[in-house]
Protein backbone atom coordinates (compact mmCIF):
# COMPACT_ATOMS: atom_id res chain seq x y z
CA UNK A 1 0.00 0.00 0.00
CA UNK A 2 1.30 3.28 -1.02
CA UNK A 3 1.38 6.33 1.42
CA UNK A 4 -1.02 9.17 0.61
CA UNK A 5 0.39 12.12 -0.52
CA UNK A 6 -2.11 15.00 -0.49
CA UNK A 7 -5.29 15.21 -1.89
CA UNK A 8 -7.76 17.12 0.97
CA UNK A 9 -10.96 18.42 0.03
CA UNK A 10 -12.16 21.29 1.25
CA UNK A 11 -15.80 22.67 0.31
CA UNK A 12 -16.76 25.95 2.02
CA UNK A 13 -20.03 27.45 1.59
CA UNK A 14 -20.27 26.42 -1.24
CA UNK A 15 -23.00 28.14 -3.53
CA UNK A 16 -24.36 28.17 -7.18
CA UNK A 17 -27.31 29.95 -8.63
CA UNK A 18 -27.87 29.22 -12.25
CA UNK A 19 -29.58 32.20 -14.84
CA UNK A 20 -28.93 34.78 -12.08
CA UNK A 21 -31.56 37.20 -13.67
CA UNK A 22 -33.98 35.20 -14.24
CA UNK A 23 -35.66 32.22 -12.86
CA UNK A 24 -32.96 32.24 -10.17
CA UNK A 25 -32.78 28.43 -9.25
CA UNK A 26 -30.52 27.63 -6.59
CA UNK A 27 -28.38 24.28 -7.34
CA UNK A 28 -25.98 24.23 -4.06
CA UNK A 29 -26.73 26.74 -1.05
CA UNK A 30 -24.53 26.94 1.80
CA UNK A 31 -22.24 22.71 1.07
CA UNK A 32 -19.49 22.62 3.58
CA UNK A 33 -17.55 19.58 4.00
CA UNK A 34 -13.98 18.29 4.27
CA UNK A 35 -12.66 15.45 2.51
CA UNK A 36 -9.38 14.10 4.24
CA UNK A 37 -6.34 13.22 2.16
CA UNK A 38 -7.12 9.32 0.71
CA UNK A 39 -10.70 8.91 1.48
CA UNK A 40 -12.92 7.58 -0.50
CA UNK A 41 -16.26 9.85 -0.05
CA UNK A 42 -19.66 9.43 -1.52
CA UNK A 43 -22.01 11.95 -2.16
CA UNK A 44 -25.74 10.87 -2.37
CA UNK A 45 -28.60 12.51 -2.76
CA UNK A 46 -32.30 12.71 -5.11
CA UNK A 47 -31.85 13.82 -8.34
CA UNK A 48 -31.34 17.26 -9.01
CA UNK A 49 -30.30 17.92 -5.75
CA UNK A 50 -26.31 19.63 -6.86
CA UNK A 51 -24.30 16.93 -6.83
CA UNK A 52 -23.48 16.91 -10.52
CA UNK A 53 -23.44 21.02 -10.45
CA UNK A 54 -20.45 20.00 -6.93
CA UNK A 55 -18.57 17.90 -8.90
CA UNK A 56 -18.27 19.98 -12.40
CA UNK A 57 -16.87 22.95 -9.41
CA UNK A 58 -14.33 21.02 -8.06
CA UNK A 59 -13.37 19.97 -11.70
CA UNK A 60 -13.23 23.08 -12.46
CA UNK A 61 -15.60 23.17 -15.39
CA UNK A 62 -18.05 25.71 -13.50
CA UNK A 63 -18.24 28.58 -11.64
CA UNK A 64 -19.11 28.49 -8.25
CA UNK A 65 -21.63 31.53 -7.76
CA UNK A 66 -20.62 31.48 -3.31
CA UNK A 67 -17.92 30.14 -1.15
CA UNK A 68 -14.93 28.49 -2.37
CA UNK A 69 -13.53 24.92 -2.89
CA UNK A 70 -9.85 23.97 -1.63
CA UNK A 71 -7.16 21.19 -2.50
CA UNK A 72 -4.51 20.85 0.22
CA UNK A 73 -5.22 24.40 1.26
CA UNK A 74 -4.96 25.73 -2.59
CA UNK A 75 -7.98 27.74 -4.14
CA UNK A 76 -9.75 26.16 -6.65
CA UNK A 77 -13.01 27.43 -7.04
CA UNK A 78 -14.49 30.41 -5.76
CA UNK A 79 -16.82 33.02 -7.07
CA UNK A 80 -14.86 35.65 -8.86
CA UNK A 81 -12.35 32.94 -10.08
CA UNK A 82 -12.21 31.37 -13.71
CA UNK A 83 -12.60 27.76 -13.73
CA UNK A 84 -9.81 25.48 -15.10
CA UNK A 85 -9.84 21.96 -15.36
CA UNK A 86 -6.38 20.36 -14.33
CA UNK A 87 -4.99 17.12 -13.80
CA UNK A 88 -4.29 16.67 -10.85
CA UNK A 89 -8.30 16.19 -10.23
CA UNK A 90 -9.46 13.52 -12.52
CA UNK A 91 -12.68 12.88 -13.72
CA UNK A 92 -14.49 9.52 -14.80
CA UNK A 93 -17.71 10.35 -16.77
CA UNK A 94 -21.45 9.41 -16.34
CA UNK A 95 -21.46 8.86 -19.95
CA UNK A 96 -18.36 7.64 -20.43
CA UNK A 97 -15.27 9.58 -22.09
CA UNK A 98 -12.43 7.45 -23.58
CA UNK A 99 -11.81 8.87 -27.26
CA UNK A 100 -13.95 6.29 -29.58
CA UNK A 101 -11.35 7.38 -32.44
CA UNK A 102 -8.32 6.46 -30.53
CA UNK A 103 -6.80 2.93 -29.25
CA UNK A 104 -7.45 1.99 -25.20
CA UNK A 105 -3.95 1.88 -25.26
CA UNK A 106 -3.53 5.84 -26.66
CA UNK A 107 -6.29 6.37 -23.91
CA UNK A 108 -4.61 5.22 -21.18
CA UNK A 109 -1.24 7.34 -22.01
CA UNK A 110 -2.78 10.40 -23.67
CA UNK A 111 -2.75 12.42 -20.41
CA UNK A 112 0.84 12.11 -18.88
CA UNK A 113 2.27 12.49 -22.11
CA UNK A 114 0.21 15.68 -23.46
CA UNK A 115 0.87 17.43 -19.85
CA UNK A 116 4.69 16.34 -21.29
CA UNK A 117 5.26 14.64 -17.51
CA UNK A 118 5.96 11.16 -19.66
CA UNK A 119 7.51 10.66 -22.71
CA UNK A 120 5.77 8.30 -24.90
CA UNK A 121 7.93 5.11 -24.41
CA UNK A 122 7.77 5.85 -20.20
CA UNK A 123 3.68 6.26 -20.50
CA UNK A 124 3.60 3.09 -22.73
CA UNK A 125 5.43 0.79 -20.04
CA UNK A 126 3.39 1.93 -17.34
CA UNK A 127 0.72 1.96 -19.12
CA UNK A 128 1.15 -1.66 -19.92
CA UNK A 129 2.09 -2.55 -16.18
CA UNK A 130 -0.85 -0.96 -14.44
CA UNK A 131 -3.41 -2.44 -17.29
CA UNK A 132 -1.51 -5.73 -16.65
CA UNK A 133 -2.10 -5.53 -13.03
CA UNK A 134 -5.85 -4.82 -13.86
CA UNK A 135 -6.19 -7.84 -16.37
CA UNK A 136 -6.87 -5.42 -19.25
CA UNK A 137 -3.82 -5.86 -21.25
CA UNK A 138 -5.14 -8.17 -24.04
CA UNK A 139 -7.25 -5.00 -25.22
CA UNK A 140 -4.65 -2.47 -25.82
CA UNK A 141 -5.03 -2.43 -29.72
CA UNK A 142 -8.68 -2.40 -29.45
CA UNK A 143 -10.94 0.52 -30.23
CA UNK A 144 -13.42 1.16 -27.20
CA UNK A 145 -16.54 0.59 -29.58
CA UNK A 146 -15.58 -2.86 -29.23
CA UNK A 147 -15.36 -3.02 -25.27
CA UNK A 148 -18.28 -3.84 -23.04
CA UNK A 149 -20.15 -1.00 -21.11
CA UNK A 150 -17.81 -2.69 -17.63
CA UNK A 151 -15.06 -3.00 -19.54
CA UNK A 152 -14.78 0.76 -20.83
CA UNK A 153 -15.31 1.97 -17.32
CA UNK A 154 -12.36 0.16 -16.17
CA UNK A 155 -10.10 1.57 -18.63
CA UNK A 156 -11.73 4.75 -18.18
CA UNK A 157 -10.29 4.51 -14.33
CA UNK A 158 -7.38 3.02 -15.73
CA UNK A 159 -6.83 6.48 -17.68
CA UNK A 160 -7.83 8.88 -15.06
CA UNK A 161 -5.47 7.27 -12.55
CA UNK A 162 -1.82 7.50 -14.93
CA UNK A 163 -2.04 11.15 -14.47
CA UNK A 164 -1.60 10.52 -10.42
CA UNK A 165 -4.20 12.55 -9.32
CA UNK A 166 -4.66 14.71 -5.98
CA UNK A 167 -8.36 13.69 -6.17
CA UNK A 168 -10.13 11.19 -8.30
CA UNK A 169 -13.87 12.22 -9.43
CA UNK A 170 -16.33 9.94 -10.70
CA UNK A 171 -20.17 10.94 -11.66
CA UNK A 172 -22.60 8.21 -11.69
CA UNK A 173 -19.98 5.97 -13.29
CA UNK A 174 -21.37 2.86 -12.97
CA UNK A 175 -25.14 3.76 -14.05
CA UNK A 176 -25.59 2.26 -17.33
CA UNK A 177 -24.10 -0.99 -15.89
CA UNK A 178 -26.66 -4.10 -15.18
CA UNK A 179 -26.64 -5.06 -11.68
CA UNK A 180 -24.26 -8.46 -12.08
CA UNK A 181 -21.32 -6.04 -14.25
CA UNK A 182 -21.79 -2.96 -11.51
CA UNK A 183 -20.50 -5.08 -8.56
CA UNK A 184 -17.79 -6.59 -10.76
CA UNK A 185 -16.75 -3.04 -11.70
CA UNK A 186 -17.02 -1.57 -8.14
CA UNK A 187 -15.11 -4.46 -6.78
CA UNK A 188 -12.54 -3.18 -9.46
CA UNK A 189 -12.45 -0.03 -8.41
CA UNK A 190 -11.98 -0.89 -4.87
CA UNK A 191 -9.08 -3.44 -5.83
CA UNK A 192 -7.64 0.11 -7.40
CA UNK A 193 -7.86 2.22 -4.24
CA UNK A 194 -6.77 -0.31 -2.27
CA UNK A 195 -3.28 -0.18 -3.93
CA UNK A 196 -3.27 3.30 -4.94
CA UNK A 197 -5.30 5.23 -2.37
CA UNK A 198 -6.58 8.56 -3.56
CA UNK A 199 -9.17 10.73 -2.06
CA UNK A 200 -12.39 9.99 -4.03
CA UNK A 201 -15.22 11.67 -4.54
CA UNK A 202 -18.16 9.59 -5.81
CA UNK A 203 -21.65 10.29 -6.61
CA UNK A 204 -24.38 7.73 -6.52
CA UNK A 205 -28.33 7.38 -6.58
CA UNK A 206 -27.67 3.83 -5.12
CA UNK A 207 -27.63 3.79 -1.70
CA UNK A 208 -26.28 -0.35 -1.34
CA UNK A 209 -23.33 1.22 -3.60
CA UNK A 210 -22.57 4.09 -1.73
CA UNK A 211 -22.48 2.15 1.80
CA UNK A 212 -20.02 -0.44 -0.30
CA UNK A 213 -17.66 1.53 -1.34
CA UNK A 214 -17.29 4.56 1.24
CA UNK A 215 -15.66 5.72 4.08
CA UNK A 216 -17.93 8.27 4.23
CA UNK A 217 -21.10 9.18 2.81
CA UNK A 218 -22.30 12.59 2.06
CA UNK A 219 -26.47 12.64 2.10
CA UNK A 220 -27.56 15.37 0.14
CA UNK A 221 -31.16 17.67 0.86
CA UNK A 222 -33.26 18.53 -2.94
CA UNK A 223 -33.12 21.37 -4.34
CA UNK A 224 -31.85 23.86 -3.36
CA UNK A 225 -28.83 21.36 -2.50
CA UNK A 226 -27.32 21.27 0.72
CA UNK A 227 -25.60 19.01 3.11
CA UNK A 228 -28.40 16.64 5.26
CA UNK A 229 -26.36 14.80 6.95
CA UNK A 230 -22.21 12.52 6.72
CA UNK A 231 -22.39 8.99 8.02
CA UNK A 232 -19.01 7.44 8.32
CA UNK A 233 -18.69 3.59 7.25
CA UNK A 234 -17.11 2.03 9.16
CA UNK A 235 -16.37 -1.46 7.88
CA UNK A 236 -12.87 -2.75 7.96
CA UNK A 237 -11.12 -2.86 4.20
CA UNK A 238 -10.43 -4.91 2.24
CA UNK A 239 -14.14 -5.44 1.15
CA UNK A 240 -15.83 -7.61 -0.82
CA UNK A 241 -19.06 -8.56 -2.01
CA UNK A 242 -19.48 -10.59 1.71
CA UNK A 243 -19.81 -7.07 3.29
CA UNK A 244 -23.12 -6.28 1.66
CA UNK A 245 -25.42 -8.65 3.71
CA UNK A 246 -23.58 -8.22 7.28
CA UNK A 247 -25.24 -6.67 10.16
CA UNK A 248 -22.72 -3.70 10.14
CA UNK A 249 -23.96 -2.80 6.25
CA UNK A 250 -27.72 -3.11 7.00
CA UNK A 251 -27.37 -1.25 9.81
CA UNK A 252 -25.80 1.71 7.96
CA UNK A 253 -28.09 1.14 5.09
CA UNK A 254 -31.21 1.62 7.32
CA UNK A 255 -29.72 4.54 8.63
CA UNK A 256 -29.30 5.86 5.23
CA UNK A 257 -32.17 5.07 3.67
CA UNK A 258 -34.30 6.99 6.37
CA UNK A 259 -32.67 10.44 5.45
CA UNK A 260 -32.59 10.14 1.71
CA UNK A 261 -36.21 8.56 1.91
CA UNK A 262 -37.86 11.44 3.46
CA UNK A 263 -35.79 13.48 0.81
CA UNK A 264 -36.71 11.47 -2.02
CA UNK A 265 -40.21 11.97 -1.49
CA UNK A 266 -40.02 15.39 -0.76
CA UNK A 267 -38.61 15.49 -4.49
CA UNK A 268 -41.45 13.60 -5.25
CA UNK A 269 -43.90 15.61 -4.21
CA UNK A 270 -42.61 18.73 -5.22
CA UNK A 271 -44.38 17.76 -8.71
CA UNK A 272 -41.11 17.72 -10.75
CA UNK A 273 -40.08 15.14 -12.88
CA UNK A 274 -36.76 15.69 -12.64
CA UNK A 275 -36.07 15.66 -9.55
CA UNK A 276 -38.24 12.26 -8.72
CA UNK A 277 -36.34 10.63 -11.45
CA UNK B 1 -8.41 -16.57 -36.31
CA UNK B 2 -11.27 -14.94 -38.49
CA UNK B 3 -12.88 -12.19 -37.27
CA UNK B 4 -16.56 -11.56 -36.57
CA UNK B 5 -17.68 -7.70 -37.86
CA UNK B 6 -21.32 -6.61 -37.59
CA UNK B 7 -21.73 -3.98 -40.02
CA UNK B 8 -24.10 -0.69 -38.64
CA UNK B 9 -25.28 0.19 -41.89
CA UNK B 10 -25.32 -1.10 -45.55
CA UNK B 11 -22.63 1.24 -46.62
CA UNK B 12 -20.36 -0.21 -43.84
CA UNK B 13 -19.74 -3.32 -45.38
CA UNK B 14 -16.10 -3.81 -46.04
CA UNK B 15 -14.71 -1.66 -43.73
CA UNK B 16 -12.41 -3.25 -41.48
CA UNK B 17 -9.00 -3.80 -43.52
CA UNK B 18 -7.42 -7.41 -41.32
CA UNK B 19 -10.11 -9.67 -43.25
CA UNK B 20 -8.00 -10.70 -45.89
CA UNK B 21 -10.06 -9.87 -49.66
CA UNK B 22 -10.55 -13.81 -50.18
CA UNK B 23 -13.14 -14.19 -47.31
CA UNK B 24 -14.24 -10.42 -48.04
CA UNK B 25 -15.34 -11.73 -51.82
CA UNK B 26 -16.37 -15.34 -50.15
CA UNK B 27 -19.12 -13.87 -48.09
CA UNK B 28 -20.16 -11.13 -50.11
CA UNK B 29 -20.77 -14.18 -53.07
CA UNK B 30 -22.51 -15.82 -50.05
CA UNK B 31 -24.57 -12.87 -49.39
CA UNK B 32 -27.83 -12.32 -51.60
CA UNK B 33 -26.36 -8.47 -52.04
CA UNK B 34 -24.94 -9.13 -55.39
CA UNK B 35 -27.40 -10.91 -56.79
CA UNK B 36 -30.18 -8.45 -56.43
CA UNK B 37 -27.92 -5.34 -57.78
CA UNK B 38 -26.98 -7.43 -60.86
CA UNK B 39 -30.68 -8.27 -61.28
CA UNK B 40 -31.49 -4.55 -60.75
CA UNK B 41 -29.16 -3.37 -63.31
CA UNK B 42 -30.27 -6.38 -65.31
CA UNK B 43 -34.08 -5.19 -65.27
CA UNK B 44 -32.82 -1.66 -66.56
CA UNK B 45 -31.40 -3.33 -69.86
CA UNK B 46 -33.37 -5.39 -70.67
CA UNK B 47 -36.57 -3.03 -70.33
CA UNK B 48 -33.93 -0.30 -72.79
CA UNK B 49 -33.47 -3.18 -75.14
CA UNK B 50 -37.65 -4.26 -75.27
CA UNK B 51 -38.86 -0.75 -74.96
CA UNK B 52 -36.23 0.69 -78.13
CA UNK B 53 -35.06 -2.42 -80.12
CA UNK B 54 -38.06 -4.05 -79.97
CA UNK B 55 -41.58 -2.78 -79.44
CA UNK B 56 -40.00 1.02 -81.04
CA UNK B 57 -42.39 1.94 -78.05
CA UNK B 58 -43.95 5.77 -78.55
CA UNK B 59 -41.20 8.45 -78.35
CA UNK B 60 -38.69 5.67 -77.68
CA UNK B 61 -38.62 4.69 -80.69
CA UNK B 62 -36.23 8.16 -81.12
CA UNK B 63 -33.32 6.82 -78.89
CA UNK B 64 -30.61 4.94 -79.49
CA UNK B 65 -31.11 1.00 -78.83
CA UNK B 66 -29.23 -0.94 -76.61
CA UNK B 67 -27.22 -3.36 -78.80
CA UNK B 68 -26.09 -0.48 -81.87
CA UNK B 69 -25.33 1.57 -78.58
CA UNK B 70 -23.31 -1.68 -77.09
CA UNK B 71 -21.94 -2.39 -80.44
CA UNK B 72 -20.74 1.36 -81.20
CA UNK B 73 -18.85 1.45 -77.57
CA UNK B 74 -16.95 -1.87 -78.40
CA UNK B 75 -16.12 -1.25 -82.01
CA UNK B 76 -12.47 -0.85 -83.15
CA UNK B 77 -13.76 1.42 -85.90
CA UNK B 78 -16.90 3.16 -84.40
CA UNK B 79 -19.23 4.88 -86.90
CA UNK B 80 -18.86 8.57 -84.78
CA UNK B 81 -15.59 8.33 -83.49
CA UNK B 82 -15.44 7.24 -80.17
CA UNK B 83 -15.38 3.82 -78.48
CA UNK B 84 -13.03 2.08 -76.37
CA UNK B 85 -10.81 1.43 -78.11
CA UNK B 86 -10.07 5.30 -79.49
CA UNK B 87 -7.53 7.91 -77.90
CA UNK B 88 -10.83 10.27 -78.34
CA UNK B 89 -12.68 8.85 -75.83
CA UNK B 90 -9.64 9.17 -73.28
CA UNK B 91 -8.98 12.31 -73.93
CA UNK B 92 -12.49 13.61 -73.19
CA UNK B 93 -12.41 11.30 -70.00
CA UNK B 94 -9.24 12.35 -68.68
CA UNK B 95 -10.18 16.34 -69.17
CA UNK B 96 -13.66 15.85 -67.06
CA UNK B 97 -11.18 13.52 -64.29
CA UNK B 98 -8.18 16.22 -64.75
CA UNK B 99 -10.98 18.96 -63.58
CA UNK B 100 -12.82 17.32 -60.96
CA UNK B 101 -9.85 15.94 -59.02
CA UNK B 102 -8.32 19.42 -59.47
CA UNK B 103 -11.57 20.97 -58.14
CA UNK B 104 -12.04 17.97 -55.37
CA UNK B 105 -8.98 18.52 -54.04
CA UNK B 106 -8.80 22.36 -53.76
CA UNK B 107 -12.38 22.40 -52.41
CA UNK B 108 -12.20 19.64 -50.07
CA UNK B 109 -8.97 20.94 -48.50
CA UNK B 110 -9.92 24.54 -48.10
CA UNK B 111 -13.75 23.45 -46.94
CA UNK B 112 -12.62 21.45 -43.98
CA UNK B 113 -10.23 23.70 -42.95
CA UNK B 114 -12.43 26.45 -43.06
CA UNK B 115 -15.40 24.64 -41.90
CA UNK B 116 -13.07 22.93 -38.96
CA UNK B 117 -12.43 26.95 -38.04
CA UNK B 118 -16.15 27.76 -38.15
CA UNK B 119 -16.75 24.99 -35.44
CA UNK B 120 -14.01 25.92 -33.45
CA UNK B 121 -14.11 29.67 -33.09
CA UNK B 122 -18.05 31.71 -32.06
CA UNK B 123 -16.36 34.52 -33.56
CA UNK B 124 -15.17 33.09 -36.94
CA UNK B 125 -19.24 31.16 -37.07
CA UNK B 126 -20.77 34.29 -36.01
CA UNK B 127 -19.11 36.52 -39.36
CA UNK B 128 -18.99 33.48 -41.43
CA UNK B 129 -22.31 31.01 -41.46
CA UNK B 130 -24.56 34.21 -42.65
CA UNK B 131 -22.74 34.68 -45.40
CA UNK B 132 -22.30 31.03 -45.94
CA UNK B 133 -25.94 30.28 -46.03
CA UNK B 134 -26.86 33.36 -47.93
CA UNK B 135 -24.06 31.71 -51.01
CA UNK B 136 -25.26 28.34 -50.81
CA UNK B 137 -28.50 28.18 -51.87
CA UNK B 138 -27.14 30.27 -55.28
CA UNK B 139 -27.48 27.25 -57.96
CA UNK B 140 -23.97 26.75 -59.57
CA UNK B 141 -25.39 27.52 -63.00
CA UNK B 142 -26.65 30.78 -61.89
CA UNK B 143 -22.86 31.11 -61.42
CA UNK B 144 -21.69 30.79 -64.55
CA UNK B 145 -21.69 34.10 -66.02
CA UNK B 146 -20.00 35.58 -63.33
CA UNK B 147 -17.17 32.50 -63.54
CA UNK B 148 -16.77 33.34 -67.29
CA UNK B 149 -16.34 37.27 -66.33
CA UNK B 150 -14.00 36.54 -63.63
CA UNK B 151 -11.87 33.83 -64.57
CA UNK B 152 -9.53 33.75 -67.42
CA UNK B 153 -9.45 31.44 -70.02
CA UNK B 154 -12.11 28.14 -70.52
CA UNK B 155 -10.43 25.78 -67.89
CA UNK B 156 -10.38 28.23 -65.20
CA UNK B 157 -14.05 28.76 -64.94
CA UNK B 158 -15.13 25.08 -65.18
CA UNK B 159 -12.50 24.18 -62.66
CA UNK B 160 -14.02 27.01 -60.43
CA UNK B 161 -17.52 26.14 -60.80
CA UNK B 162 -16.63 22.48 -60.12
CA UNK B 163 -14.82 23.76 -56.98
CA UNK B 164 -17.40 25.96 -55.89
CA UNK B 165 -20.34 23.42 -55.58
CA UNK B 166 -17.84 20.86 -53.03
CA UNK B 167 -16.62 23.96 -51.15
CA UNK B 168 -20.01 24.74 -49.66
CA UNK B 169 -20.75 21.30 -49.10
CA UNK B 170 -17.77 20.44 -47.48
CA UNK B 171 -17.46 23.16 -45.27
CA UNK B 172 -21.24 22.81 -44.04
CA UNK B 173 -20.60 19.10 -43.10
CA UNK B 174 -17.55 20.05 -41.71
CA UNK B 175 -18.90 22.66 -39.67
CA UNK B 176 -22.14 20.64 -38.39
CA UNK B 177 -19.31 17.52 -37.73
CA UNK B 178 -17.55 19.68 -34.79
CA UNK B 179 -20.42 20.89 -33.67
CA UNK B 180 -21.74 17.32 -33.04
CA UNK B 181 -19.07 16.49 -30.96
CA UNK B 182 -20.23 15.72 -27.65
CA UNK B 183 -19.12 18.20 -25.07
CA UNK B 184 -17.73 15.67 -22.82
CA UNK B 185 -14.93 14.96 -25.03
CA UNK B 186 -13.54 18.59 -24.50
CA UNK B 187 -14.04 18.37 -20.90
CA UNK B 188 -12.34 14.98 -20.47
CA UNK B 189 -9.65 16.75 -23.14
CA UNK B 190 -9.09 19.48 -20.77
CA UNK B 191 -8.60 17.90 -17.75
CA UNK B 192 -6.34 15.55 -18.92
CA UNK B 193 -4.03 18.90 -20.01
CA UNK B 194 -4.34 18.51 -23.66
CA UNK B 195 -3.55 22.09 -25.61
CA UNK B 196 -5.69 23.65 -27.66
CA UNK B 197 -3.37 22.34 -30.47
CA UNK B 198 -4.05 18.65 -29.32
CA UNK B 199 -7.72 19.03 -28.90
CA UNK B 200 -7.72 20.56 -32.61
CA UNK B 201 -5.85 17.15 -33.61
CA UNK B 202 -6.82 14.28 -31.62
CA UNK B 203 -10.38 15.79 -30.70
CA UNK B 204 -11.99 17.89 -33.06
CA UNK B 205 -11.16 16.53 -36.48
CA UNK B 206 -11.04 12.54 -35.62
CA UNK B 207 -14.34 13.35 -33.63
CA UNK B 208 -16.18 15.34 -36.95
CA UNK B 209 -14.96 13.07 -39.89
CA UNK B 210 -17.86 10.62 -39.79
CA UNK B 211 -19.61 14.09 -40.91
CA UNK B 212 -16.58 15.11 -43.21
CA UNK B 213 -16.79 11.81 -44.84
CA UNK B 214 -20.49 11.96 -45.77
CA UNK B 215 -19.87 16.09 -46.88
CA UNK B 216 -16.98 14.13 -49.27
CA UNK B 217 -18.95 12.34 -50.73
CA UNK B 218 -22.28 14.58 -51.50
CA UNK B 219 -19.24 17.22 -52.99
CA UNK B 220 -18.00 14.21 -55.11
CA UNK B 221 -21.50 14.05 -56.98
CA UNK B 222 -21.66 17.99 -56.52
CA UNK B 223 -18.35 18.51 -58.21
CA UNK B 224 -19.54 16.01 -61.70
CA UNK B 225 -22.56 17.35 -61.49
CA UNK B 226 -22.00 20.87 -62.09
CA UNK B 227 -18.70 19.64 -64.26
CA UNK B 228 -21.13 18.56 -66.48
CA UNK B 229 -22.95 21.71 -66.13
CA UNK B 230 -20.61 24.21 -66.99
CA UNK B 231 -18.76 21.82 -69.89
CA UNK B 232 -21.89 22.23 -71.76
CA UNK B 233 -21.92 25.75 -71.59
CA UNK B 234 -18.01 26.54 -71.72
CA UNK B 235 -16.66 23.83 -72.21
CA UNK B 236 -14.09 22.46 -75.51
CA UNK B 237 -13.21 19.00 -74.24
CA UNK B 238 -14.81 16.69 -71.70
CA UNK B 239 -17.64 14.67 -71.22
CA UNK B 240 -20.41 17.12 -70.55
CA UNK B 241 -18.83 19.08 -73.70
CA UNK B 242 -19.17 15.75 -75.64
CA UNK B 243 -23.04 15.40 -74.41
CA UNK B 244 -24.14 18.01 -75.92
CA UNK B 245 -21.91 17.91 -79.10
CA UNK B 246 -23.22 14.52 -79.83
CA UNK B 247 -26.47 15.55 -79.20
CA UNK B 248 -26.29 18.61 -81.60
CA UNK B 249 -24.95 16.02 -84.35
CA UNK B 250 -27.16 13.87 -83.75
CA UNK B 251 -24.74 11.21 -82.70
CA UNK B 252 -26.90 9.57 -79.77
CA UNK B 253 -25.22 6.07 -80.00
CA UNK B 254 -22.02 8.03 -78.98
CA UNK B 255 -24.00 10.70 -76.41
CA UNK B 256 -24.97 7.11 -74.37
CA UNK B 257 -21.69 6.07 -74.16
CA UNK B 258 -20.80 8.90 -72.85
CA UNK B 259 -23.53 9.53 -69.81
CA UNK B 260 -22.91 5.79 -68.89
CA UNK B 261 -19.25 6.80 -68.56
CA UNK B 262 -20.11 9.42 -66.59
CA UNK B 263 -22.22 7.10 -64.51
CA UNK B 264 -19.25 4.73 -64.48
CA UNK B 265 -16.99 7.43 -63.28
CA UNK B 266 -19.20 8.81 -60.72
CA UNK B 267 -19.25 5.38 -59.07
CA UNK B 268 -15.73 4.64 -59.12
CA UNK B 269 -14.87 8.29 -57.47
CA UNK B 270 -17.91 7.73 -54.71
CA UNK B 271 -16.81 3.95 -53.78
CA UNK B 272 -13.09 5.76 -53.62
CA UNK B 273 -14.04 8.52 -50.98
CA UNK B 274 -16.13 5.64 -48.88
CA UNK B 275 -12.65 3.69 -48.94
CA UNK B 276 -10.95 5.82 -47.74
CA UNK B 277 -13.20 7.11 -44.89
CA UNK B 278 -13.65 3.88 -43.90
CA UNK B 279 -9.73 3.42 -43.70
CA UNK B 280 -9.43 6.40 -41.74
CA UNK B 281 -12.52 5.30 -39.49
CA UNK B 282 -11.60 2.08 -38.52
CA UNK B 283 -12.67 2.56 -34.93
CA UNK B 284 -16.37 2.73 -36.14
CA UNK B 285 -16.16 -0.93 -36.95
CA UNK B 286 -17.83 -3.03 -33.57
CA UNK B 287 -15.44 -5.97 -33.22
CA UNK B 288 -17.83 -8.55 -32.19
CA UNK B 289 -15.23 -11.59 -31.49
CA UNK B 290 -11.20 -10.45 -30.69
CA UNK B 291 -9.22 -11.10 -33.19
Known amino acids: ?277 | METLVASTSETDIGITSSISWKIRVRRLLRSSRPYFAALGIGIFFVAWYLLVDVLKFWRFKELPGLVASVREWISLDPVYGVSLFTAKYYENIWASVYRVITAFVLATTSGIIIGVLMGWSRVFRALTFPLLEMLRPIPILAWIPLAILLLPGRETPIIGLTFLAAFFVTILNTLLGVRSIDEVYFRAARSLGFSEWAILFHVIVPGALPYIFVGLQIAMGACWFSLVASEIVSGQAGLGYKVWETYYSVQYETMVIIMATLGLLGYISSALVRMLGNRLMRWRTRILAGA
Open chain 1, 1 to 277: MQAVRGGAVSVRKAGKVYDPEGLNVVALEDVSFEITPGQFCVVVGPSGCGKTTLLNAIAGFDKLSGGKILIDDEVLARADKAPKPGADRMVVFQQGALFPWKTVLWNVICGPVQQGRLSQKEAITQARELLGRVGLSKIEEQYPGSLSGGMKRRVEIVRALMNDPKVLLLDEPFRALDALTKSVVQEFLLELYDITPKTIFFITHDIAEAIFLADRIVIMTTRPGRVLKTVTVNIPRPRDYRVLTSPRFLQIEQEVREYIDSEARKAFNAGERELAQ
